[in-house]
């Protein structure tokens, strides 16, 4: 049986490893997107397809925000962006750069996770104009999240 194929921006890869972190109950959102149901697929399936994208992805799909093909949320954390999908772009090219990953590049979810260590290494650098407070407790939901779901899928993290 083939595996199903979603598109996934990087940083919402790394925005569900760390939910599982810190152990929500990942539920339908108000604004209506589907992180619930894209989490959940990878929960399951450490094998799924995922293609890296740069734009909106199936996370998207549904959001009250999501018009046209694009994301029309605000930014109300930083100053130096207005709309999300302009520093979403930002973050996800500072994360592929950093982890080594290419726009249009299939992965499944282990080989994400294995890409975890250079995620860490640099969150400094890939949130930098983010409060610190929140970048350091990201990066240790994510060091929890990676742990859980290799143990979960029984594989290495190196």
Not at 18 to 35: D, V
Not at 144 to 152: E, N, V
Request: contains cysteine.
């Amino acid at each position: 049986m083939e595996n199903k194929q979603i598109d996934l921006r990087i940083h919402h890869f790394f925005d569900i490893i760390r939910a599982f972190g810190k152990e929500s109950i990942i539920t339908p959102h108000l604004h209506q997107h589907s992180f619930h149901k894209i989490a959940k697929l990878i929960k399951v399936d450490s094998n799924l397809k995922i293609k890296i994208v740069i734009r909106c992805d199936s996370v998207c799909e549904g959001c009250i925000y999501y018009k046209n093909g694009c994301c029309k949320d605000k930014v109300d954390h930083r100053k130096d962006f207005v709309f999300k999908e302009k520093f979403n772009n930002h973050i996800d090219k500072r994360i592929m750069g950093k982890c080594f990953i290419n726009k249009g590049e299939v992965l499944t979810p282990v080989k994400l996770c294995q890409k975890g260590k250079l995620y860490l290494d640099n969150i400094d650098f890939i949130y930098s104009g983010n409060d610190l407070w929140h970048t350091e407790q990201r990066k240790k939901d994510v060091i929890k999240g990676l742990k859980y779901y290799s143990k979960l899928h029984n594989f290495s993290l190196q």
